[in-house]
């Protein structure tokens, strides 16, 4: 059958070739595994690469560091599994690295890993859970979809730079035999962590309030996250007269 995936990714960069660029495929999954190799696939894979699409893989099920394909392909994007319900630990049946090969190598079975337990459809009508690496794969396929269509000028370089950069690394260095460059996180890929998060209320007093010296004022911030931090701005016709953070005992109150 792999020549038939072979004759599927002839077909995808024909379409990537033809006038019609809303025929462009820009991300290709191939949830499939191999101990062999075949130069219709590896062929085609470097066509992809050239044309500008994203193509990610599963590495494998088998709790070893043999080479599978398509994989460990050059330009491909190995995944590997992290354990059931688990954000650290890698799946016992995941396939891993080689020891000897290093974050430099461009063959390596997995680039990063990605949760492999999934609630799908049976096949009989029914719902279950299930796992493997078949599972993370389309995991990060999915998450280079909202790459594109947020940075849609970026390149396949610039994706994999961002996506192994934005990784979570339980382990030490950057680099790791079995969960490659980390776990996929998905918010720190398309910069949400770093988006701007302030929100700003505007609350304008027709009425002028005569607080004497010595009175408070008590203002209340409702449904406030814990992580969250509010501050009270009081301007008049001159500027700001003061700015007023939570008190620490009372921290919605000011």
Same mark, same amino acid.
């Given at each position: 059958?792999?020549? +038939?995936? !072979? ?5 995808? %960069?024909?379409?990537?070739?033809d ?15 191999s101990?062999? %190799?075949?130069?219709t696939i ?7 690469n050239?044309? !500008?699409?994203?193509v990610?893989?599963a590495?494998? /099920?088998?709790?070893?560091? %043999? ?11 190995g995944?590997?599994?992290?354990a059931?319900?688990? +954000? ?5 049946? +995941? ?8 974050e430099? /190598?461009?063959?390596l079975?997995?680039?990063l890993s990605a949760?492999g337990?999934?609630?799908a ?5 029914d719902?279950?859970?299930?796992? #493997?690496?078949s599972f993370?794969?389309?995991l ?5 979809a909202l ?13 994999? /730079?961002?996506?192994?950069?934005s ?5 030490? #260095?950057?680099?790791?035999q079995?969960f490659?460059?980390g776990?996929l996180n998905? +918010?720190k890929?398309? !910069? ?14 027709d ?6 010296? #010595? ?20 301007y008049?016709?001159?500027?700001t007269? !003061? ?5 620490k005992n009372?921290?919605?109150?000011y």
């Open positions: 059958y792999m020549d +038939s995936i !072979g004759a599927a990714l002839e077909y995808v %960069t024909s379409l990537n070739s006038d019609n660029d809303s025929n462009d495929v820009q991300i290709v999954n191939m949830s499939i595994e101990t062999s %190799t075949w130069n590896a062929t085609n894979i470097n066509k992809l050239s044309q !500008g699409t994203i990610v893989a590495a494998g /099920n088998s709790n070893f560091y %043999t080479k599978t394909y398509p994989a460990s392909e050059k330009y491909v994007i995944v590997g599994a992290l059931d319900d688990s +954000s650290t630990q890698r799946a016992t049946y +995941s396939n891993y690295n080689n020891p000897t090969l290093t430099e /190598n461009e063959y079975n997995v680039n949760p337990k999934v609630y459809a049976d096949g009989g009508g719902y279950i859970y299930t796992h #493997g690496t993370a794969s389309p990060v396929a999915g998450a280079a790459y594109k269509a947020k940075y849609p000028t970026k390149t396949v370089s610039d994706f994999k /730079n961002d996506l192994y950069s990784c979570d690394k339980h382990f030490t #260095g950057n680099f790791s079995y490659g460059f776990c998905v +918010s890929l398309l !910069g949400l962590e770093q988006e701007e998060t302030t929100q700003h209320i505007v609350i304008d007093v009425e002028e309030i005569d607080l004497p010296v #010595g009175e408070s004022l008590l203002l209340k911030a409702h449904t406030v996250p814990e992580d969250k931090e509010v501050t009270f701005s009081i008049d016709d001159d500027g007269i !003061g700015i007023y953070k939570p008190l009372l921290p919605n109150q």
